[in-house]
């Protein structure tokens, strides 16, 4: 099992930037894949970036594009997403996730570990 740890959400005005850490620990070599995850107040949870653990591949949904970066620092077990021209509908409470068995899975099924979630909350 792995076990994860987000930090860095908060509260920014529409424009702002933030930046999301996710620290693991525990069998972090079965890993294949990260990936951040957000769920809005009512809404379901939805895939927001992913990266490959062994060679760095991203992929992201369409509305973050151009917005949003992922990136991993494998020493350091660490994945980041560092968020750009942030809107009042990126707010939402973001996970990070880690997948033994998938790389850039965008279902939620597809991941084994989950952090406990932090706010992000953008005022327009």
């Known amino acids: 099992q792995v076990q994860l740890v987000e930090s860095g959400g908060g509260l920014v005005q529409a424009g702002g930037s933030l930046r999301l850490s996710c620290a693991a620990s525990g069998r972090t070599f079965s890993t294949y894949g990260m990936g951040w995850f957000r769920q809005a107040a009512g809404k379901g949870r939805e895939f927001v970036a992913g990266v490959s653990w062994s060679d760095g591949r991203k992929s992201y949904t369409n509305s973050v594009k151009g917005r949003f970066t992922i990136s991993s620092d494998n020493a350091k077990n660490t994945v980041y997403l560092q968020m750009n021209s942030l809107k009042p509908e990126d707010t939402a409470v973001y996970y990070c996730?880690?997948?033994?068995?998938?790389?850039?899975?965008?279902?939620?099924?597809?991941?084994?570990?989950w952090g406990q979630g932090t706010q992000v909350t953008v005022s327009s």
């Open positions: 996730a880690a997948s033994a068995r998938w790389t850039l899975a965008q279902i939620t099924g597809s991941y084994d570990s």
